[in-house]
T-cell receptor, first 113, second 114 residues
Framework: DTAVSQTPKYLVTQMGNDKSIKCEQNLGHDTMYWYKQDSKKFLKIMFS???????INETVPNRFSPKSPDKAHLNLHINSLELGDSAVYFC????????????FGPGTRLTVL | AQKITQTQPGMFVQEKEAVTLDCTYDTSDQSYGLFWYKQPSSGEMIFLIYQGSYDEQNATEGRYSLNFQKARKSANLVISASQLGDSAMYFCAMKGAGSYQLTFGKGTKLSVIP
């Protein structure tokens, strides 16, 4: 059973389009995250939800909007895609608490043409 | 604010040898957690090992051990008996008490030579 799953795994789209990435976890965790990994492999937090409430909202363009319909899902919607949005996006989940590791999804490679 | 520094962009190690990947951190938190993740070329992020700031003993998980030196603010990963499958990017990360997010270093690319 996949613990944290993301769809799609690859996403190729044109500039200006709107796209969504879905994330689901079956670990019963309270907290979910979106990270962005750039072309230099640097990972940076974008958003975090705890029990469906937004708790971290880093400085990302407001074209990015997370949505958490329930504790097990955290989707990422991106409007008006730009070339610079090309990256790998990782969803992760953990139990609340500082000492619990985060489990990552397989990543979604977004390419904007 | 928290900061993780990994000074080795790339490392090579002979198969079956041990290797140490460096990680230093900076935080004003008294309580925090340190993590290491592995990212093979297939792209997934795999959790390896965790060390709490108040843990007296260094963490170990199989061939992985964490050399934690609190006064130096370092949390180096030691991989013993390297295998070809250990070739990957390795990321050090930390999380402060009460914080939800992980702060990552820039990673070290480890290549194991047969």
């Amino acid at each position: 059973d996949t613990a944290v799953s993301q769809t799609p795994k690859y996403l190729v789209t044109q500039m200006g389009n709107d796209k969504s990435i879905k994330c689901e976890q079956n670990l019963g965790h309270d907290t979910m995250y979106w990270y962005k990994q750039d072309s230099k492999k640097f990972l940076k937090i974008m958003f975090s939800y705890n029990n469906k409430e937004l708790i971290i909202n880093e400085t990302v363009p407001n074209r990015f909007s997370p949505k958490s319909p329930d504790k097990a899902h955290l989707n990422l919607h991106i409007n008006s895609l730009e070339l610079g949005d090309s990256a790998v996006y990782f969803c992760a989940s953990s139990q609340a608490g500082s000492y619990n590791e985060q489990f990552f999804g397989p990543g979604t490679r977004l390419t904007v043409l | 604010a928290q900061k993780i520094t990994q000074t080795q962009p790339g490392m090579f190690v002979q198969e079956k040898e041990a290797v140490t990947l460096d990680c230093t951190y900076d935080t004003s938190d008294q309580s925090y957690g340190l993590f290491w993740y592995k990212q093979p070329s297939s792209g997934e992020m795999i959790f390896l090992i965790y060390q709490g700031s108040y843990d007296e003993q260094n963490a170990t998980e199989g061939r992985y051990s964490l050399n934690f030196q609190k006064a130096r603010k370092s949390a180096n990963l030691v991989i013993s008996a390297s295998q070809l499958g250990d070739s990957a990017m390795y990321f050090c990360a930390m999380k402060g008490a009460g914080s939800y997010q992980l702060t990552f270093g820039k990673g070290t690319k480890l290549s194991v030579i047969p």
